[in-house]
C-alpha cells in the first residue's frame, strides 16, 4: 500500500490528530478527478481497514475554475460509469453538491464517519482549498488522510541539484528516470463493505450535460468515458499502436496515438496503470511514449510550483507583448473558416469531437497567437470549454509552450507555417477531406492551399472559393511578418 506518509504536507494538520477512531465508524472516501476503482490508492486503503465506506463525489460550488461544457459531457458520463461500478461492488456513490466542507461536515455528521480519505491534486488553488477544508475537518475531530494517486512522480521530490523545481523539460524528465519507479498499481479493491444508505442527488439534477441546444451527437459518437472504456482505450492501443507510436505520433490522418487523454484527466485510469502497461507490453520500444507521459508530468509540477499557469505568461516580458483584438478573426478562427484547410479542420473537430490531436493543437494554437496575434488566454479559455480533456496543467501549459512565453517554450520567432505544416503531417489531406468535405474534391497538391488551385481545378471539384470555403483571412507571409515585428516591440519594450 503506497500510503506515502513521509510526503505528507505538513501544512495539513489533520494527518497529526492522533485522535481514537471509533473502527466501526464508516469513512468517507472522496472522489474527485480519480473516477476509477483500480489503483485508487483511497480507495484501497479504505478497503483494508475493513470499515463501512462511503464513496462521495461533490459537485464543487467553489471550485477554482468551473468545468468547461465539453468537461462536464465528460464527468456525467464518467459519474454515471463509476457509480454502476460501485453498485457493482456491492456499494453507492453519494453525491452531493455545495462547498466541499460543507457537505464533508454535513455528511460526517449524519454518517458518524470520522475519517475522510482523498487522493491528492497538485493544482496549488485547490491545494490551498484541501489545507483549509482539512482545518475544518480537524476541527470537528474529523481525520483527513491524503495519497498520491494522479501523477508518477510527487512535484515536492522533484528538484534540481539546487534543490530548485526544474524549468526545463528534458533535464526534469531526465531526473524523473533516475528515481525509484513510481509504485506499481493496486488491484480493485476485492471488497467494500456497505454503509446504511445516504441521501445522494440524482445526477441527472446536476444537469451537466448540454440541453438546449444539446451539440453533445459527435462527442457521444467519438467517446466512452468510464473506467472500463479506458481499460479498453488502453489494451487497444497497445495491440494496435504502441509499436509504431514514435513514427505516426505526429500524423493526424492515421489515429495512432493513445487517446487515453481524457480518461487520463478524469482519473478512469491513473498514469501508473498506463506506464506499467506500456512498458510491460512486449518488445515495443516505449521511450517516446512515456516521454508523453513526461509532458503531463512536466505540465503538473509546473502547475504545482506556478499556480497562475492559465493566466500568466512564465516569462515575465510577455506581459508587454502588442497582442491585437480582432473580434472578426476571431469568429472565423473558432468556428473552422479562416481559409487555411489544416486549422479550419481542426477546430472543426475540436467542436464536434471534443478533442483534438496533440500535432493540430499546436497547428492551430500557433495560427491563433502568432497569425492573428490574438492572446494565447483567449485560445486556453476556449479549449478549456471545448476540450474533453480539458485539463489546467496540459492545456496552460500547451499554449504557454506555443506562445513562446511557458518555462521550456517554443521561441516565439518559431512560426508555424499552417500549408507546410498540412501537408507535411497530412500529406494526402486525408484528414482535411474528413472534416471539410467541401475541400473533398481537390487534388492533393492544392487541399492545402485551395486559393492556388485554377479556376478548372476548382469547378472540377465543385468548389466555389469565398462562397462555399473562404478565402484567407489572413496572408501567412505578411502575418509572420507582423508577429516578428510585435515580438520585436516587445523585447524593446522590457
Ligand atoms: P498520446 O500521444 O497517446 O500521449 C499519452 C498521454 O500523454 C496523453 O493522454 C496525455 O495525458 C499525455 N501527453 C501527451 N502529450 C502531451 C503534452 N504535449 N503535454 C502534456 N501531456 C501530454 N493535454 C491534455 O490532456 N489536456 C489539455 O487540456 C491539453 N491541452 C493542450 C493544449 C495545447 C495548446 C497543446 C499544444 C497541447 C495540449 N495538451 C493537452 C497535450 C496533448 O495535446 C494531449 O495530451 C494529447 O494530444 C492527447 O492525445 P493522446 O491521449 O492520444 O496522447
Known amino acids: 500500500m503506497e500510503r506515502d506518509l513521509a510526503l505528507r504536507d505538513k501544512t495539513l494538520p489533520a494527518q497529526t490528530t492522533g485522535l481514537p477512531l471509533d473502527p466501526n465508524a464508516p469513512i468517507i472516501v472522496w472522489f474527485r478527478r480519480d473516477l476509477r476503482v483500480v489503483d485508487n490508492p483511497a480507495l484501497s486503503e479504505a478497503a483494508q481497514r475493513g470499515q463501512p465506506i462511503i464513496p462521495l463525489y461533490i459537485l464543487e460550488e467553489d471550485a477554482p475554475r468551473p468545468l468547461g461544457g465539453a468537461a462536464r459531457w465528460w464527468l456525467h458520463h464518467s459519474l454515471k460509469a463509476l457509480c454502476r461500478e460501485l453498485t457493482g461492488m456491492g456499494s453507492k456513490l453519494i453525491l452531493r453538491r455545495g462547498r ?15 475519517t475522510v480519505l482523498w487522493n491528492r491534486r497538485y493544482d496549488r488553488m485547490e491545494t490551498g482549498k484541501d489545507c483549509k477544508i482539512t482545518s475544518a475537518l480537524v476541527s470537528e475531530g474529523i481525520q483527513v488522510e491524503s495519497f498520491t494517486g494522479s501523477l508518477l512522480f510527487d512535484p515536492r521530490t522533484v528538484r534540481n541539484r539546487n534543490g530548485q523545481p526544474f524549468r526545463i523539460f528534458t533535464p526534469f524528465w531526465r531526473c ?43 462527442i457521444a459518437t467519438a ?4 473506467e472500463d472504456a479506458a481499460g479498453a482505450r488502453l489494451a487497444d ?12 505520433r505526429d500524423h493526424p490522418d492515421q489515429d495512432a496515438t493513445s487517446r487515453l487523454s481524457p480518461h487520463l484527466a478524469f482519473g478512469e485510469i491513473s498514469p501508473r496503470q498506463v506506464w506499467y502497461a506500456a512498458r510491460t507490453a512486449g518488445c515495443h520500444p516505449t521511450e517516446s511514449f ?47 473558416r479562416t481559409g487555411y484547410p489544416i486549422v479550419d479542420a481542426g477546430m472543426r ?13 499546436m497547428i492551430v494554437a500557433s495560427f491563433l497567437v502568432k497569425d492573428l496575434l490574438i492572446p494565447w488566454q483567449r485560445g486556453e479559455a476556449w479549449f478549456w470549454d471545448t476540450l474533453v480533456d480539458a485539463d489546467p496543467a496540459s492545456n496552460a501549459g500547451g499554449w504557454q509552450w506555443v506562445a513562446g512565453c511557458g518555462l521550456d517554450a517554443a521561441p516565439y520567432f518559431r512560426i508555424f507555417n499552417p500549408v507546410l505544416q498540412g501537408e507535411k503531417f497530412d500529406p494526402h489531406g486525408r484528414y482535411i477531406r474528413r472534416w471539410i468535405p467541401e475541400l473533398g474534391g481537390l487534388p492533393d497538391n492544392v487541399i492545402h492551399r485551395p486559393w492556388e488551385a485554377s479556376a478548372e481545378v476548382l469547378a472540377k471539384a465543385g468548389l466555389r472559393l469565398g462562397k462555399d470555403y473562404p478565402t484567407p483571412i489572413v496572408e501567412h507571409g505578411a502575418a509572420r511578418l507582423r508577429a516578428l515585428a510585435a515580438y520585436e516591440r516587445m523585447k524593446n519594450s522590457a
Not at 525509484?180 to 440524482?202: F, G, K, N, V
Open 100 to 114: 466541499a466542507s460543507d457537505v464533508l461536515l454535513c455528511l460526517a455528521r449524519e454518517s458518524g464517519a470520522r
Open 349 to 361: 473537430a475540436l467542436w464536434e469531437t471534443g478533442w483534438l490531436h496533440n500535432r493540430l493543437r
Open 237 to 248: 492501443f497497445l495491440e494496435d499502436g504502441l509499436c509504431c507510436y514514435a513514427q505516426r
Open 176 to 218: 524523473c528516470l533516475t528515481l525509484p519507479d513510481p509504485p506499481r498499481p493496486l488491484p480493485r479493491p476485492r471488497e467494500l463493505m456497505t454503509h446504511a444508505d445516504m441521501a445522494s442527488d440524482a445526477l441527472a439534477d446536476w444537469r451537466l450535460p448540454p440541453e438546449k441546444p444539446d451539440w453533445s451527437g459527435g
Open 290 to 336: 512515456l516521454r508523453e507521459l513526461g509532458w503531463r508530468e512536466f505540465c503538473h509540477h509546473t502547475l504545482y510550483h506556478a499556480p497562475d499557469l492559465a493566466s500568466q505568461p512564465q516569462r515575465g516580458e510577455f506581459q508587454n507583448f502588442p497582442w491585437a483584438t480582432d473580434e472578426a478573426a476571431w469568429q472565423a478562427f473558432t468556428h473552422g
Open 223 to 226: 467517446w466512452t468515458p468510464g
